[in-house]
């Protein structure tokens, strides 16, 4: 979406490390899946313990920056009441 292109555009030129605590959002795509994406292929993603819509989020970037479709698993009723309102996974 145009509210989070400038952090998408980094994630993927590689000169912002991703979202997940680690980067391990951008490691993956860049080692795995980006000559797929690249090519025009979505992917799906099930992320357990979702916890933030975006802060420390392993999945954020597959959601928001990629139009990835996914399943998000969150037992606390308030953080996945703020899941629902910002990102896209059931």
Request: hydrophobic share 35%; with cysteine; charged share 20%.
């Amino acid at each position: 979406s145009p509210k989070h292109q400038y952090e998408c555009l980094a994630i993927l030129n590689g000169s912002k490390p991703g979202m997940g605590e680690a980067g391990q959002d951008a490691y993956v795509w860049h080692n795995l899946f980006a000559r797929a994406t690249l090519a025009g292929e979505r992917g799906f993603y099930i992320d357990s313990g979702s916890w933030h819509p975006q802060k420390a989020s392993n999945t954020w970037f597959f959601d928001r920056c990629l139009g990835w479709s996914g399943v998000c698993v969150e037992p606390i009723r308030e953080n996945w009441m703020k899941l629902q309102q910002h990102r896209s996974c059931m």
